[in-house]
């Protein structure tokens, strides 16, 4: 036996016992005659003591101890004299009788503990040791602890966990497909599932009324700190289900997660938005609902005042920023440059303060009145002390840029505490997206998902604007101005799927050769059927108070797609392409 306890469970109560424990030197200490280890395992910390006097053959086995050695140690457990009461088993020491080296550790490139002094370079490479540290180590059980709760939940309203495969057909629409050469069948590829949709689906029509799965999904995207081109989902799908039946079922899940790992409790039920309203009111269709700050529209109040910018503009938004008159020209420029960044977007920056004395000032105090300004004021909702932003342009785009701001301002004035959630559904979004560059239409989710019954007409049309009409059965679960989940009610008809087909594009032949398969299921007895797929590497960070996704993933991937630690991507033999009847363009 290699232990009698972990390193995290002695107690004051324990003393007296003779134990053995196994870990990691977190670290040796010589004070006053005495040696002191700090040994580590993945429950915690205990110290172990050796008197120098009492032991010389044990204490130069001690001397011979480094940073992450695996050493067994046997010995009697007492109470301490000084407490540590920072640590579970601060209470106690045990007194070293028996010392076996296990493995002796090289010096490990950066220090093991909470703020490590290794870069994120050289912890990506030595990921092993990155995840001996605390933080990481939090991270991934509060994943485990999610995870059996996901499962628990959802096996309890009879959901079947179904894998589906990995090896798939490849359907560009929507992100790329990484892909896979067949070997057995030459020039021909496999794609890894951007998500098993068609697979879900498929079940449904197979009988299998309620499914799950914690699932791998693959896409070849460019990378940011809150993607990973492999990641999970927990994808879930029902049979004989509306709207409301499927968000309350996974109202009930995203709940039953934050009593059972957080300890909150959701009494209310998620405030629903529409889509037009999130856009409308906070510039995003994934809005942050903890602070306030509203956009509101000012198009027509500023019209006609001979201010050219506002006067040709199709759309003016303004939110007021509370203490916002008190900023100096310095912090107003800086907050211009912000708004004018390429990811932003806003060509400038219309500023109204309304000063503690009642009167305004402005950037445009050439063309409106201290009324005029009133007027904004008042429909901004602002009061004194705050400062008017005022961006205009395209409405969408605009929208997006003061929804941007208004979060950007939100983080400054600390209003976004990550451990305040607020979570709620966006629903009823349009079906589709025109994109300018292609000339075609996109659909806005996928393109499986139903227009509402009601829009079927419009759906029907040929005309641009009505299809540009047409509202999705889908809803987005948002957290905190994250989007975590995402579903919809599915199209379950042939006929409205070929359609479906007919308004993005494909020709019936190009349809048929991509989504065949799907489109002959439904002439066979599809359900009415729906479901929804939570971020799950999202929703951990989330739990966790993190924005990055990547440290609740034990092996990530870094910006470039790249695995430091097993340096892949990497170049594969001549043989090896041979046999895969493949020739790269790449020189080598
Ligand atoms: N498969 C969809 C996605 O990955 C989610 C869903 O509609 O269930 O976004």
Known sequence: MYRTHTCGELRIADAGMRVTLAGWVQKVRKMGGMSF????????????????????????????????????????????????SRISTGDIEIMLEKLDVLSPAATPPFTIEDESDGGEELRARYRYLDLRRNPLKRNLMLRHKM?????????????????????????????????????????????????????????????????????????????????????????CEMSFVEREDILTTFEGMVKSLFRNVLGKSFEEPFPRMPYSEAMDRYGSDKPDIRFGMLLHEVTSIVKGHGFAVFDDAPYSGAIALPGGAAYTRKQIDELTEWVRRPQI???????????????????????????????????????????????????????????ALRIELGNRLGLRDPMVFAPLWVVDFPLLEWDDETQRFYAMHHPFTSPKPQDLPLFYSDRKEDLARV??????????????????????????????????????????????????AFRYGAPPHGGIAFGFDRFCALFGGQESIRDFIAFPKNNQGRDMMLDAPSRIDDSQLDELNLRTTIER
């Open 345 to 403: 977007g806003a060509k400038g920056m219309v500023y109204v303060k309304y000063q503690e004395d009642g009167t305004f000032k402005s950037s445009v105090d050439k063309f409106y009145t201290g009324e005029d300004l009133a007027a904004v004021a008042s429909s901004v909702g602002a009061s004194k002390g705050d400062m008017i932003l005022v961006l205009s342009g395209e409405p969408a785009k605009t929208k997006t840029a003061l929804g």
């Open 471 to 520: 509202c999705a059965d889908a809803y987005d679960f948002v957290l905190n101005g994250t989007e975590v989940g995402g579903g919809s009610v599915r199209i379950h008809d042939s006929k409205v799927q070929e359609r479906m087909f007919e308004v993005l594009g494909f020709s019936h032949e190009d349809a048929m050769a991509r989504f065949g398969f799907l489109i002959n």
């Open 147 to 235: 995870a059996q709760q996901v499962r628990n939940y959802l096996d309890s309203q009879g959901f079947l966990e179904i894998e589906t495969p990995y090896l798939i057909k490849s359907t560009p629409e929507g992100a790329r497909d990484f892909v896979v050469p067949s070997r057995m069948n030459p020039g021909e590829f496999y794609a890894l599932p951007q998500s098993p949709q068609q697979q879900k689906q498929l079940l449904m029509v197979a009988g299998y009324d309620r499914y799950f799965q914690i699932v791998r999904c693959f896409r070849d995207e460019d990378l940011r700190a809150d993607r990973q081109p492999e990641f999970t989902q927990i994808d």
């Open 37 to 84: 280890i700090d040994l580590r395992d993945r429950y915690g910390i205990t110290q172990i003591v050796i008197d120098e006097s009492a032991s010389p053959g044990l204490n130069a086995a001690v001397e011979k101890l480094g940073r992450e050695y695996v050493i067994q140690a046997s010995g009697l457990v007492r109470e301490r004299q000084s407490k540590n």
